[in-house]
């Protein structure tokens, strides 16, 4: 049996909800293989210098679990920039989905205070994680947040062809003539 080595880096609160979520604590990232992927991208072995960047700003440390095998090859550490990278790549990735998911909510009539509450709740990012005015900022920077007339235009497109199938039973029936039929299929 092959014996875990542990890996720590600094990443946002909720890039840290986010991989424990999906991955246990300490992270086993061969759950997500993208994720995986791209963090061995980043993963090395100690040069022993220093980089000119300065110290990460995240505020969490976030424990990841590798095998001997990754230890051997890839190595044990990132450097501060692939913590930056990482946690960046991370970042746009969770974005997306957050974004993603309200969006799909907002287009169905639910409000934006409704979709953010939900998608906290449903992905388990309490307000200390990732906060309500955090998300709500994201998305008034990046997305179209009014309220969508999708239900309402699909609620007006519905009542268009109901009318217009009344309309042709009533032609069929002859109980409307044909040039009556034509000129009510004209009014929208």
């Not at 210098?49 to 890839?74: G, H, M, V």
């Not at 709500?136 to 199938?165: A, G, H, P, W």
Request: proline share 4%; glycine share 4%.
């Amino acid at each position: 049996m092959s014996e875990k080595y542990t890996v720590n880096i600094k990443v946002k609160p909720y890039v840290k909800q986010y991989l424990i979520n999906n991955c246990g604590d300490p992270c086993d990232l061969s759950l997500l293989p993208e994720v995986h992927k791209e963090f061995l991208r980043y993963l090395s072995k100690p040069l022993f210098t220093r980089e000119s960047l300065p110290a990460s700003t995240q505020n969490d440390d976030l424990c990841i679990e590798i095998p001997e095998w990754i230890f051997k090859q890839y190595g044990w550490e990132l450097t501060q920039s692939g913590q930056l990278d990482f946690n960046t790549r991370m970042e746009k990735r969770l974005k997306f989905i957050m974004r993603t998911w309200i969006g799909h909510r907002t287009a169905i009539g639910f409000t934006i205070a409704e979709t953010i509450r939900g998608f906290q709740n449903k992905f388990n990012f309490p307000e200390d994680v990732w906060s309500y005015e955090a998300i709500k900022k994201d998305l008034y920077r990046n997305t179209e947040c009014e309220k969508s007339n999708t239900v309402e235009n699909f609620l007006k497109k519905l009542d268009i062809e109901m009318q217009q199938q009344f309309v042709n039973n009533l032609s069929a029936t002859g109980t409307i003539s044909k040039k009556w039929k034509h000129e009510l299929s004209q009014i929208e």
